[in-house]
């Protein structure tokens, strides 16, 4: 059987495990009944997320003219604190702005590798924690709008990391840690006019990854440079495919890129 289409990342959908799919403009795949399954991909060209292209990709599924274009990809999206629809200030595209920025947001711990912070719409827990590989998270802060939240995740940086180590994460090298206690030694470094939406009750959310073997060595699969791959899927974790021989791929760090996917039955 073989797929083909432009990369996104893949959609989620929590459960014991997770469900991960690859969809296609005319493709939908369960990406779970491939593990332990023979996978050839084969690079094709690109697609820009946006004007949909041929052009090569510059960064986020987008080529370089629509990257510097397009509200998607402008910088709160990646700094939630320089978000400023509240004010009623435009960056790129102020409807859109208003509508991305202007609904609950949420400040959380997660555990992948290390506790990290970080931020997210509402609507997007748990995907979002799913797309980063947390085995664990928790919440802490739920505020009205994205710049709120921003704040606070700067705020907090300087006491707890904001990064996910990639390797320990496809690795499976897991801290234990208690997220709770976390969220009680950070409550004090939360800015002043945040403090009231700050989130004493709420556990732990558990994530369960559908992965039967992870690598030891993990190396990454980089399309330009290697434009045609096989190898026996052995698992799923954050956005990434682990294949047999610790080759690793990130489907959203390849977003815009054209592929062909075939399945050895």
């Known amino acids: 059987m073989s797929y083909e289409g432009a990369l996104t990342k893949m959609q989620?959908?929590?459960?014991?495990?997770?469900q991960y799919y690859l969809v296609f403009e005319n493709d939908f795949l369960n990406m779970n009944q491939l593990i332990n399954k023979k996978i050839d991909i084969?690079?094709?060209?690109?697609?820009c997320l946006s004007c949909k292209l041929n052009k090569k990709i510059y960064r986020q599924g987008f080529c370089y003219d629509c990257f510097y274009a397009v509200p998607q990809a402008a910088d709160w999206i990646i700094r939630p604190e320089l978000s400023k629809a509240h004010l009623g200030q435009e960056d790129r595209d102020l409807e859109y702005e208003k509508k991305m920025q202007l609904q609950p947001h949420i400040v959380y711990l997660a555990n992948?590798?290390?506790?990290?912070?970080?931020?997210?719409?509402?609507?997007?827990?748990?995907?979002?924690?799913?797309?980063?590989g947390a085995h664990e998270a928790i919440e802490i802060v739920e505020?009205?709008?994205?710049?709120?939240?921003?704040?606070?995740e700067v705020a907090l940086k300087?006491?707890?990391?904001?990064?996910?180590?990639?390797?320990?994460?496809?690795?499976?090298?897991?801290?234990?840690?208690?997220?709770?206690?976390?969220?009680s030694k950070l409550k004090a470094f939360v800015p002043d006019?945040?403090?009231?939406?700050?989130?004493?009750?709420?556990?732990?959310?558990h994530l369960e990854f559908p992965v039967t073997g992870y690598p030891e060595k993990p190396k990454s699969l980089n399309l330009d440079r290697t434009p045609e791959y096989t190898g026996v899927l052995k698992g799923?974790?954050?956005?990434?495919?682990?294949?047999?021989d610790d080759t690793v791929f990130n489907v959203r760090a390849n977003e815009g890129y054209k592929i062909s996917l075939s399945v050895n039955v």
Do not use: C
Request: hydrophobic residues 30%.
């Open 12 to 18: 989620t959908e929590n459960g014991s495990p997770i």
């Open 42 to 47: 084969s690079f094709v060209g690109f697609e």
């Open 112 to 132: 992948s590798s290390n506790v990290k912070v970080g931020v997210t719409r509402k609507s997007q827990v748990p995907t979002r924690w799913i797309d980063q």
């Open 143 to 152: 505020v009205p709008n994205r710049y709120l939240a921003g704040i606070t």
């Open 158 to 183: 300087d006491h707890v990391s904001d990064k996910t180590n990639w390797r320990k994460m496809l690795k499976n090298e897991i801290e234990d840690v208690d997220l709770s206690e976390w969220r």
């Open 193 to 205: 006019e945040v403090s009231d939406y700050f989130l004493d009750q709420g556990g732990e959310t």
């Open 236 to 244: 799923i974790k954050g956005q990434y495919l682990i294949f047999e």
